[in-house]
């Protein structure tokens, strides 16, 4: 995982698009010595738009759906729990901030 987005209330169709644009495809294809990025996602109903899947291939990528009901593939579970056990340990420094800052601030220290 190298990005993420976070939006209010949840994405719709345009919202997470754009997500993607900013967030996913600038990362497609920049890793020295590798042909092609590979987007791994769950099928959750909106990533499996035509339009996502043509910003990743376009920009060079390829797409990777996880099989249905295996969390323990999935890339963004391991991030969870991550972030969880930052907050365990780093909680009190947190804080003062905003819930949206400190997934910031977990997310930034992390991953640096």
């Not at 987005?5 to 294809?29: C, I, N, R, T």
């Not at 759906?65 to 947190?94: H, M, Q, T, V």
Request: aromatic share 8%; hydrophobic share 40%.
């Amino acid at each position: 995982m190298v990005d993420y987005a976070h939006k209010k209330g949840g994405f719709k169709k345009q919202s997470f698009l754009a997500a993607v644009q900013d967030a996913v495809v600038p990362h497609v294809g920049n890793y020295p010595g590798d042909d092609q990025s590979v987007v791994v996602l769950d099928n959750c109903i909106i990533h499996k738009q035509r339009e996502f899947v043509d910003m990743i291939e376009k920009a060079g990528g390829i797409v990777v759906w996880l099989p249905p009901s295996c969390p323990e593939l999935s890339p963004i579970e391991k991030a969870c729990r991550l972030i969880k056990n930052y907050f365990k340990d780093f909680g009190d420094e947190l804080a003062e901030l905003t819930p949206i800052a400190q997934l910031d601030t977990a997310f930034e220290r992390i991953v640096g």
